[in-house]
């Protein structure tokens, strides 16, 4: 069975990288992965993270796609463990930020610390990198879509349907903001444990967020009330501190 959106975002937390000296495979575990967003934080050519990517991806023949993500915050779980494997095994631990890189390379600790570590400076991921990789994850929709080039405009249109009501919720679906603010969800169980049409109904939400409206920055997973308001298939999302007119969209034929 396919992973939940749950399940899946576990995956940006272990990887299993191969490594040499000597060789074997080890496990590098996250306390979290922090969110990254390169036109937020207005990455330019000569930002570390975008030096670290030309390094790196001009060493992965065949991951180039998934690696260039992978440093702008759009990268699946796959594309981030072949960047791990690759600054292990080509050295390129001080590519984009040589003084940080040196002194991390130096240091008398165990290579799963030092991925870890270099995972935390270097990659993150976004609301949107988190959605269409879910959403690929599926192998079903718009395996043709780079993540690098999603939009949000991509999930309100064919293969996409919009959700009526809430009782039309299902695993997977996604939940797309109205702009501002520019934000996109996913829906870890179409059915809470009690929903009646009308009122509120908490769903449990998977994002990749920056904003203390969802909870702590980085990946979240946590219960949200959608409320329904207005015309057919608009919400309220119900944050910490704000409401948010949302609107859910999902496959025709539901992924569970």
Not at 30 to 38: C, D, F, G, M, T
Not at 81 to 92: G, I, N, P, Q, Y
Not at 176 to 205: C, K, M, T, Y
Not at 218 to 239: Q, R
Request: with cysteine; hydrophobic share 40%; aromatic share 10%.
């Amino acid at each position: 069975m396919s992973d939940s959106p749950a399940e899946f975002s576990k995956r940006y937390l272990t990887y299993k990288v191969p490594v040499s000296d000597p060789p074997r495979t080890v496990t590098v575990d996250l306390k979290a992965l922090r969110y990254r967003n390169a036109a937020r934080e207005g990455f330019t050519p000569q930002s570390a993270e975008m030096l670290a990517k030309d390094a790196v991806a001009g060493k992965g023949t065949g991951w180039v796609p998934a690696i260039q993500a992978a440093f702008c915050g759009k990268g699946s779980p796959e594309g981030i463990a072949k960047v791990l494997e690759l600054v292990a095994k080509h050295d390129l631990w001080a590519k984009g930020d040589p003084k940080w890189g040196e002194d991390l390379k130096k240091q008398s600790i165990p290579i799963e610390e030092k991925l870890r570590r270099y995972c935390d400076r270097m990659i993150g991921l976004d609301c949107l990198g988190f959605a269409i990789n879910y959403v690929q994850s599926q192998m079903r929709l718009v395996q043709d879509l780079s993540p690098l080039n999603a939009d949000l405009a991509n999930f309100r249109v064919t293969p996409f349907v919009p959700r009526s009501t809430l009782l039309e919720f299902h695993t997977g679906d996604v939940v797309v903001w109205n702009e501002p603010p520019r934000h996109i969800a996913v829906v870890d169980s179409g059915r809470p444990p009690s929903l009646s049409q009308g009122l509120l109904a908490g769903f449990p939400i998977v994002m990749a967020a920056a904003d203390s409206n969802f909870g702590p920055e980085g990946l979240v997973t946590a219960s949200f009330n959608l409320n329904p308001k207005g015309a057919p298939g608009t919400y309220d999302f119900v944050g910490k501190s704000r409401s948010d007119l949302v609107r859910v969209f999902g496959p025709v034929v539901p992924f569970f």
